[in-house]
Nanobody
Framework: VQLVESGGGLVQPGGSLKLSCVTS????????MSWYRQRAGKEREYVAT????????YYTNSVKGRFTISRDNDQGTLYLEMNNLKPEDTAVYFC????????WGQGTQVTVSS
């Protein structure tokens, strides 16, 4: 099982980024998938979840209306589109497959700063 995130970087406040998580080694379309993030000195925190079909997304309150989670089941790829970014969004973002054998990617750094 592999989850590989990409798309992070440095962006100014108010800017946008789109993260990707390319997966392999399991049947992607069988799992709901999530994004988490970890800010410096803090514990990892939940960001968003998407259902198996991709029809429903759920978000932590701090990102509602700014972030959109999506997926491409044919490509085995998870996305997180982030708009109107704020300095407090600065974190390492992780792709997560839940279940009895949870899996995590290595993370991608997002830095929001002027």
């Amino acid at each position: 099982v592999q989850l590989v995130e990409s798309g992070g970087g440095l962006v100014q406040p108010g800017g946008s980024l789109k993260l990707s998580c390319v997966t392999s080694g399991f049947v992607f379309r069988d799992y709901g998938m999530s994004w988490y993030r970890q800010r410096a000195g803090k514990e990892r925190e939940y960001v968003a979840t998407i259902t198996v079909s991709g029809h429903r997304g759920y978000y932590t309150n701090s990102v509602k209306g700014r972030f959109t989670i999506s997926r491409d089941n044919d490509q085995g790829t998870l996305y997180l589109e982030m708009n109107n970014l704020k300095p407090e969004d600065t974190a390492v973002y992780f792709c997560h497959r839940p279940g009895t054998e949870p899996a995590w990617g290595q993370g991608t750094q997002v830095t929001v700063s002027s």
